[in-house]
């Protein structure tokens, strides 16, 4: 009988070296084996006795400064490309008193913090690097290592002025609405009690790291870090490497994800010995980095960067370009589909046979990744460990020309843990199935807080009119407009993943919300508008929108292997997961709604006073 791939593989003229239906049947084993009941419950918080994990190690813990209790017109909470494009916005639109607050020691969000050897974005520099054009910068290579991220956050807080009243080593704690002056006040950790005419929050989606709940993590006597606090006194080096502190050491590291396959090939090299825990490996494709080539950069034409970033965001979303500009293993699926539609001219697909074709060619990029997997690693059983069975965006792919070359070094190993995660940590190291591997040093890579409630990842509550607090009435999953606006909290804008239109560029998406919010600030300040608020009516139609398509996506996510991507195998439409709760229309058709609607200039869905 003719199953439904062979049916469209037929109809399409593709030839399948494999069988789709046992391919599938393999993922659903898979994913299977890795469904738990505890979902996202399985990782703790770090706080208390385990709060050494998240200390800043790049700052001086001793800096103090006096509160401030003066009033601004704009505060932007959080200093990474989200804040820092919400403040270059604005003051192309004339803002001029913002002040950003920001918990680490200088600009750069999750550049600040992911400091780890080899630590790079795995989106190319040209388009993941915004504000390229306005501060005339190319990057030296298609994909920047992190110092070069870094500088490029802080030369865009020189170039925005964004230095001049910016409050570093400070934690937001609250904020409360006043009615009476229509502004918010602003409490922190450092005593401060500052006014605020708006404030746009930025706090990043993956803030919070995060440990496995375990047992016995604390009873553990050797050294133990999280990859977002690297301890380079212990393993000496920098992000370049270079670890010599290493050389006499055990370590361990937990968790394969995107970090962890950016710093497997520095710690396999400096280690002594180093010991992988696995529980499901990430689908690994060619990196093929290089330096930025002079004549390419020659030929550009202003307006480049814009065109650059629009043309990877629809063909990863699944829109149809003539040339595919980025071109790498983030659009190859989208552009390998295309090209299959293109050699059928006229072929007509119902929606059903185009996600069968879309399903079709995931598994042949995946079979690629499989097979690349196969080629490099040597020994046999280590290689088929490594071979991820899940389709490619089920978790966060990952490039890298060195990590699977790694598990070739005869110091490291590879524990592949089948789904299941250690067991426990003793005094001396790690169990896994009955085995205690002793190690000097413990490495988690064990990723971020993410599924948990809004106020709760970003570590204060707020108090919105009528005393409503934003954890109340939030209760039930996120409720905005436009992910921007919630009816109840005026003047505060909320940026990131929440009810949004999510792209994989992730600056990308954090420019248009910039754009956004900048326009509505400006409207309000020369317009003399004490507050912009979403009307209950069109956040109801926007929540109910979200839910909808949310509903339509949870095929595709019930049938993901667990991961943070799908809420750990629990994909629900009330909006904490990381990606059930966005917009599931897509960036493209959401970015045009929003220029639609600042185009019409009439602030539709918005109560305006
Ligand atoms: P992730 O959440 O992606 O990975 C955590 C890892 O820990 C997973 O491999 C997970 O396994 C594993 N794990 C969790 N609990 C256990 C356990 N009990 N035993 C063994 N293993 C366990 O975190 P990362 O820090 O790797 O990445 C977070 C995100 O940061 C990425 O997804 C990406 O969005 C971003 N990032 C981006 C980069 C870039 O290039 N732009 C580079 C690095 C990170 P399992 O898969 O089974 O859950």
Not at 12 to 21: C, E, I, Q, R
Not at 98 to 108: L, N, Q, S, W, Y
Not at 554 to 582: H, Q, R
Request: charged content about 25%.
């Amino acid at each position: 009988m003719t199953d439904k791939y062979t049916a469209v593989a037929e109809k399409t003229g593709m030839k399948l070296k494999f069988d789709p239906s046992m391919l599938r049947q393999k993922y659903d084993f898979e994913r299977d084996k890795r469904l738990r009941e505890d979902g996202s419950g399985q990782y703790k918080e770090i706080a208390g006795q385990f709060q050494h994990f998240i200390e800043d190690p790049y700052v001086d813990p001793a800096f103090k400064r006096e509160p401030l209790f003066d009033e601004v017109d704009v505060v932007i909470i959080g200093g990474g490309f989200g804040g820092l494009l919400a403040g270059a916005r604005m003051r192309e639109a004339g803002v001029k008193n913002i002040r950003v607050i920001e918990k680490g020691g200088d600009f750069g969000g999750t550049w600040y913090w992911n400091r780890y050897p080899g630590a790079q974005c795995d989106i190319e520099a040209y388009i993941y690097l915004p504000l390229l054009e306005e501060l005339n910068y190319i990057p030296r290579e298609r994909y920047s290592h992190a110092p070069e991220i870094m500088a490029h956050t802080q030369a865009i807080g020189r170039k925005y002025d964004l230095y001049d009243d910016v409050c570093f080593q400070t934690e937001v704690t609250g904020m409360e609405w006043d009615e009476k002056s229509s502004r918010w006040t602003v409490s922190t950790n450092r005593g401060d009690k500052m006014k605020a005419r708006f404030v746009a929050m930025s706090n990043g989606p993956l803030n919070r790291p995060k440990l496995p709940s375990m047992t016995g993590i604390e009873n553990f006597k050797g050294h133990t870090f999280h990859t977002s606090r690297w301890d380079y006194d212990y393993t000496g080096g920098t992000c370049e490497g270079n670890l010599t502190g290493l050389a006499d050491k055990r370590v361990a590291i937990i968790g394969t994800g995107a970090t962890a396959v950016q710093c497997v090939p520095h710690l396999g090299e400096w280690a002594k010995e180093l010991i992988v825990f696995q529980r499901t490996p990430s689908s690994c494709d060619i990196r093929k980095n290089a330096p930025t080539s002079p004549e390419w950069e020659k030929k550009l034409q202003p307006g480049w960067h814009k065109k650059r970033v629009e043309n990877f965001n629809v063909m990863v979303s699944g829109g149809g370009q003539e040339t595919d500009e980025v071109a790498d293993g983030w659009t190859d699926i989208f552009r390998n589909m295309n090209a299959q539609m293109s050699q059928n001219p006229g072929m007509v697909l119902s929606k059903e046979e185009t996600n069968i074709l879309n399903e079709i060619t995931d598994f042949i990029k995946m079979e690629e990744i499989r097979d690349r997997a196969a080629t490099i690693v040597k020994d046999q059983a280590t290689a088929e460990a490594l071979k991820p069975y899940y389709r490619q965006f089920c978790k966060r792919p990952t490039f890298h020309d060195e990590y699977l070359f790694a598990y070739n070094r005869p110091n490291v190993h590879l524990v592949d843990t089948r789904g299941k995660g250690v067991d426990s940590i003793t005094e001396k190291g790690v169990i896994y199935d009955g085995v205690e591997y002793e190690v000097d040093c413990i490495i988690f890579a064990t990723g971020f807080e993410v599924g948990t409630n809004y106020t709760h990842r970003s570590g204060y509550d707020i108090v919105g009119r009528g005393s409503v607090t934003l954890s109340e009435k939030w209760a039930e999953g996120p409720r905005t407009y436009h992910g921007f606006f919630s009816n109840g909290f005026p003047n505060c804008f909320f940026m990131g993943m929440i009810q949004t239109g999510a792209t994989a560029n992730f600056t990308h998406m954090l420019n248009e919300q910039a754009n956004h919010i900048a326009y509505v600030v400006n409207r309000a300040l020369t317009g003399k508008i004490k507050s912009v608020e979403a009307s209950r009516d069109a956040e109801e139609a926007w929540v109910n929108e979200v839910r909808d398509y949310a509903k339509l996506g949870d095929d595709y996510f019930a049938s993901c292997t667990p991961g943070y991507y799908n809420n750990e195998g629990k994909p629900e439409i009330s909006g904490n997961g990381f990606l059930t709760g966005v917009y599931g229309g897509g960036p493209v058709k959401f970015f045009k709604i929003l220029k639609d609607w600042r185009d019409e200039g009439a602030m539709r869905g918005l109560q305006v006073a």
